[in-house]
């Protein structure tokens, strides 16, 4: 409540809101996707005789790119009133709010065969590409950037977990091979959800108050030294933005996210069918990516500014903690928003299952795996980071060249799915 210190005014937070970031110009494409999608919509004959659903979908990409970042900016500012710790549950909630938001709209759309693929997708994202960037450019000036050993031990059997939980469904499917498959994974499927967001809710008691007096929502003793510079460097900061402000932007922003991410979905199926591309590589790859675009801007951004600058001889002191807080957004997704989403689909008579796709269980896999030993010592590289890239990469173009397992399509849509 930043009692006994100076109160931010509502003209100072919503300047700082407004210049915030450079990506802010975005915001133009929002009424503009907006306006496109309802002219298309009002003329139901030839919804396509103004603007192609392509044009339609490419808008709606961009808009997204702006609230995105908005998030990112607006859960800064509000960590700095709640303390680092709760601070990053809230960042990372925000950070999946796109996702999530793409998830429960294909959901509604009974869109369930792609909802699994992003959902998949999204995962693998954040468990590789997002991390692996952030360790590259991190790196580039360090032998190794340090993590915290507390919550990288407790990521490691969560990881493991979420995706062994795809693993049981598969296995029994795969093993039995008839219609007692198929109604114990329905029934397996309800209990698994509950119990993952029971793990969830668990987790985060004791990653953010763990045993002991005094170590609620603080480091602990034996962080790195940089994790505690980083702490009460954070204690210093000033906020740009009153609470309250921030609090009516956060959900002024999700609240346009929700429709606009509508609009998106909208489109996809026509222009997936005009580009040829695969149902599996739409869900697996772009999709994901095109969430994380404002996200990829601001670091291709980072990388050019931090580059220009070390030619020019402006350096500055590179940060020792690296950035993994999107393994957590990934462990977030895979723990609570997938099985609040098959819980949410079955409550709507909408039935989505924890059995997803061969390919797709064994890719998730192999990057937990992968992911396990980059942190095992609560320690990062660039090289390490380079390498998670160069697996994405590699499950990128294997994708592209997937066209998904059909009986679990079939299984899919078998299912009575009320629209």
Same mark, same amino acid.
């Given at each position: ?135 590259? !450019? ?8 340090? =993590?915290?050993?507390? +919550?990288?031990?407790?990521?490691? @059997? %969560?990881? &493991? ?115 040829? !591309? ?8 772009? =999709?994901?990516?095109? +969430?994380?675009?404002?996200?990829? @801007? %601001?670091? &291709? ?119």
């Amino acid at each position: 409540m930043r009692k006994g210190k100076v109160q931010i005014t509502v003209l100072k937070s919503l300047k700082a809101i407004a210049t915030s970031s450079w990506l802010n110009i975005f915001y133009i494409f929002i009424p503009i996707s907006w306006a496109f999608h309802f002219t298309n919509h009002q003329n139901a004959e030839e919804p396509e005789e103004i603007w192609p659903f392509t044009v339609t979908f490419a808008m709606s990409l961009i808009a997204l790119v702006p609230l995105e970042r908005s998030l990112e900016y607006g859960g800064d500012q509000i960590s700095l009133y709640c303390g680092k710790e709760i601070g990053d549950l809230i960042i990372v909630t925000l950070n999946n709010a796109v996702e999530a938001t793409l998830a429960i709209i294909l959901l509604v759309k009974c869109e369930l065969r792609l909802l699994q693929s992003t959902i998949v997708g999204v995962v693998l994202l954040h468990l590789l590409f997002v991390p692996g960037i952030a360790f590259i !450019i991190g790196g580039a000036k360090l032998i190794y950037q340090s =993590l915290s050993p507390h +919550s990288a031990q407790l990521n490691h @059997i %969560l990881l &493991l977990m979420g995706v062994l939980t795809l693993l049981l469904p598969t296995a029994l499917f795969t093993t039995l091979q008839n219609s007692d498959a198929v109604g114990a994974g329905s029934a397996n499927t309800m209990v698994s959800a509950i119990i993952l967001l029971v793990v969830y809710t668990y987790s985060r008691i004791f990653l953010y108050n763990p045993p002991g007096e005094g170590n609620a929502f603080r480091p602990l003793p034996d962080a790195p030294t940089a994790l505690l510079e980083e702490e009460r460097a954070l204690l210093h900061e000033e906020p740009e933005v009153n609470q309250w402000v921030c609090i009516v932007f956060l959900l002024t922003t999700i609240a346009i996210i929700a429709p606009t991410a509508e609009w998106l979905v909208d489109s996809i199926e026509i222009v997936r069918s005009n580009s040829q !591309i695969q149902q599996e590589w739409f869900g697996l790859i772009l =999709l994901p990516l095109s +969430s994380f675009a404002a996200d990829a @801007i %601001l670091a &291709l951004g980072y990388f050019i500014r931090t580059t220009a600058r070390y030619v020019l001889g402006w350096k500055r002191p590179p940060t020792r903690v690296a950035k993994a807080r999107s393994i957590d957004v990934s462990i977030q997704f895979n723990l609570f928003w997938l099985p609040f989403i098959i819980l949410l689909g079955w409550w709507s008579n909408r039935p989505m299952t924890l059995l997803f796709d061969t390919f797709e269980v064994s890719i998730l896999i192999g990057a937990c795996f992968l992911v396990n030993f980059v942190t095992a010592d609560a320690k990062t590289n660039w090289a390490e980071g380079a390498t998670m890239v160069a697996f994405y990469v590699m499950i990128a173009l294997t994708a592209w060249f997937y066209t998904g397992d059909v009986r679990i399509a079939a299984l899919l849509s078998s299912g009575h799915c009320s629209e």
